[in-house]
Every structure is written in C-alpha cells, then in structure tokens.
C-alpha cells in the first residue's frame, strides 16, 4: 500500500471504521442484531432485511452468458415490482446501504458488506471482503426462486446461480438463519399472529432469527422446526421443506451436527454469493486493515508558508 490510494483507503474504512471515530456507518443499525429501522417488537430486523436483498440482488446471475450477480441492481424499482422480489425489506436496506457508499464505494460494495456485517456481528466467523463491485444502470433479468415453484426448478435455479444442489441447501439453511416469512408479504403462507411482540406477523424460520447459528437446522432435524416454508399448511409453498430433503437430509444432518461446519460452511457460500458479480468486473484482494493510515490529509498555503495538517490512525492495539 502506498498512500494515496483512494479507493483502498475507502474500502478500507467501510470494512473496519465501524464505530467510533471517522466511522463509517454501517454497524450501528445492526446493534443490537434485532434493531429495526422502523418499529420495535415488529418481528422484523436490519439484518434480516440486508441477507435477503444481497440475496436477491446476486440471484439473478447467469453463469452460461456472466450477466446479473451482486450489483446493487435490484434497487430500481422495476426489480422491486416483480411477484419475485415482494416486501419492503430492499428498499429498507438501500436506507443505510446509501449512506455507507460513496464515490469510492459503491452500492452493491457496500450491500456486499452489509451482509459481512451482519454475519460477523451476529453470530457467525469473520468473513473475506473484496471491493471493486460494479453497479447496475439498468435492472438485471428476472431470476429469484420463489416458494412455490418445484425442486427441479430450484435446483435448476441454482445451477444458472452458479450453485450446486448441495450448494443450495447450504446458502437457503444459511441465509434462513436470520428472518422469517412476513404476513403482509405471503398471506397466503402466514397468517395473522395477534403477537403484540410481533406486529408484522412474522413467523420466523428458527427460535433464533436474528442471530447466526444452526438452530435452522436442529430445529428442522429434530422436527421441532416452526419454519414456515417446512411446516406451512399449504405444502406447495413448503420449499425448504423441499430444499432440505431433496439429498435425504444429509446435507442438513450434518450442518445440525456441527456449529463449526455450520459457521465455515456459511462463510464460504456467502463469500462466493457476494463475490458473484458481472463478467468483466474485477474485485480486489481481500481488504485487509491498513497498519499506519492518514487520513483527511489537507495542505495549505497561509502567510507565505505551506501547512500540513492530517490524523494518522495507529495499528491496533490488541486488548
Ligand atoms: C429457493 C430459494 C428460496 C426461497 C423460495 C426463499 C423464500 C423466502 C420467502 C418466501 C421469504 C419471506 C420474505 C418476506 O416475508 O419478506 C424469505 C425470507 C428470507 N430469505 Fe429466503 N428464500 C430462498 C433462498 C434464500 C437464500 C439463498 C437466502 C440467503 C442466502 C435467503 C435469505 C432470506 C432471509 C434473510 C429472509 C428473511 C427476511 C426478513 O425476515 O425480512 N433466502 N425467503
């Protein structure tokens, strides 16, 4: 690293100035993991609504030709009308997306690192951010899996995706670690819930929704499982009850008998969702911190003199 470099210093600040000084703000509106941007005691969370739409932003990818993928595309509102992309919830995280890009850093950059955020401040094991991400100046072709489509489909789904079958059983039990199925949305999979600690009628898809764990899974194994897309009343829009039987359970067995392979193997299926972007778009390395940083460097000329004024942030100290 050699100073100046904008954009790495940019990226580098979204990924690690968090909280505190010159921080940039992205992590706050996910502490607690349950804060939502519009009402306590909704059912709903930030950081539900940020896995979702990183999600269906990337799900548009097309392996065969390199089009779609993580682009912050489905920002425009022709994406957002389709029956695919129902609810609220991209439009809520482009709120707090928008203020953590800026001219060095993207949308989509910054929708990719909502999601690491959320998976590190939650729960799960720090994750690898690239930059670089290109983003859309028209909406993407349609290309969201929905509930009530069949396995074949789904799985088809993925592989244009770029996801194998066991692939997809992981990203869908991973991603359904957080949230659930929201009334409004899908009436016709949730009904009303007369929660008063639930006022969106959300029915979560584990007891845990708004932390990273593999209660999806126990849960589901053990058949205690609430989940609203396995236990539905309506079993044609019981997906990940399709989803996660369609290799005999094994893929799901195994992430209920292990946290740590849970947790490793999310990381893994999250990095290669955020890192799927348009053919041509070159993302960077891995942004790693940056040990002696200057920052907001001014020179000026005052009474015959040139002035140098500036903040260095030291390395880490470790407590
Ligand atoms: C066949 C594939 C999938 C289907 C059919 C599906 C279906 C759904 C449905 C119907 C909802 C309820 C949305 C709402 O009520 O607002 C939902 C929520 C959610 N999905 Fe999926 N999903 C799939 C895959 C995934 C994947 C791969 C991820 C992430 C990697 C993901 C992440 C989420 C999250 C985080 C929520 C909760 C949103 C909230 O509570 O606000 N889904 N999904």
């Known amino acids: 690293y050699t100073w100046p470099s904008p954009t790495l210093e940019a990226l580098e600040a979204a990924r690690f100035d968090q909280l505190g000084f010159n921080s940039v703000q992205l992590a706050p509106f996910i502490q607690p993991c349950n804060a939502f941007l519009f009402a306590d005691n909704s059912g709903r969370s930030n950081a539900a609504d940020?896995?979702?739409?990183?999600?269906?932003?990337?799900?548009?990818?097309?392996?065969?030709?390199?089009?779609?993928?993580?682009?912050?595309?489905?920002?425009?509102?022709?994406?957002?009308?389709?029956?695919?992309?129902v609810g609220d919830g991209f439009n809520n995280t482009f709120i707090p997306v928008l203020i953590a890009s800026n001219r060095?850093?993207?949308?989509?950059?910054?929708?990719a690192l909502a999601l690491v955020?959320?998976?590190?401040?939650?729960?799960g094991l720090e994750m690898p951010f690239r930059g670089g991400r290109i983003d859309a100046t028209e909406p993407n072709a349609?290309?969201?899996p929905e509930p009530q489509?069949?396995?074949?489909?789904?799985?088809?789904?993925?592989?244009?995706?770029?996801?194998?079958q066991t692939d997809m059983i992981g990203l869908v039990a991973c991603g359904h670690t957080f949230g659930g199925v929201q009334h409004a949305a899908f009436p016709t999979i949730v009904g009303e819930l007369n929660d008063p600690q639930d006022t969106q009628d959300v029915a979560h898809f584990d007891t845990t929704f708004v932390h990273f764990d593999n209660n999806v899974a126990t849960e589901y194994v053990s058949g205690t499982t609430q989940n609203p897309l396995v236990v539905?009343?309506?079993?044609?829009?019981?997906?990940?009850?399709?989803?996660?039987?369609?290799?005999?359970?094994?893929?799901?067995?195994?992430?209920?008998?292990?946290?740590?392979?849970?947790?490793?193997?999310?990381?893994?299926?999250?990095?290669r969702m955020i890192d799927t972007v348009p053919s041509g778009v070159q993302l960077t390395d891995v942004i790693t911190p940056i040990p002696i940083k200057p920052a907001n460097v001014e020179l000026t000329l005052a009474n015959d003199s040139i002035n140098v004024f500036g903040q260095v942030r030291p390395p880490a100290v470790e407590h």
């Not at 269906?56 to 682009?71: E, K, Q």
């Not at 489509?149 to 995706?161: E, G, P, T, V, Y």
């Not at 008998?257 to 193997?265: G, H, K, R, V």
Request: charged share 20%; hydrophobic share 35%.
């Open 50 to 85: 940020w896995i979702r739409t990183a999600y269906h932003d990337m799900a548009t990818y097309n392996v065969a030709d390199g089009t779609g993928g993580l682009d912050a595309s489905i920002r425009f509102g022709v994406e957002q009308a389709r029956s695919e992309n």
């Open 149 to 164: 489509q069949d396995l074949d489909s789904h799985i088809a789904s993925f592989a244009r995706q770029g996801f194998t």
């Open 232 to 271: 539905g009343f309506n079993d044609t829009t019981n997906s990940d009850k399709q989803i996660f039987g369609s290799d005999g359970n094994a893929t799901m067995r195994s992430l209920a008998d292990s946290p740590s392979l849970f947790s490793s193997t999310c990381t893994e299926l999250f990095t």
């Open 104 to 111: 060095y850093v993207g949308v989509a950059d910054a929708l």
């Open 117 to 123: 955020m959320v998976v590190e401040n939650c729960g």
């Open 142 to 144: 349609p290309g969201v």
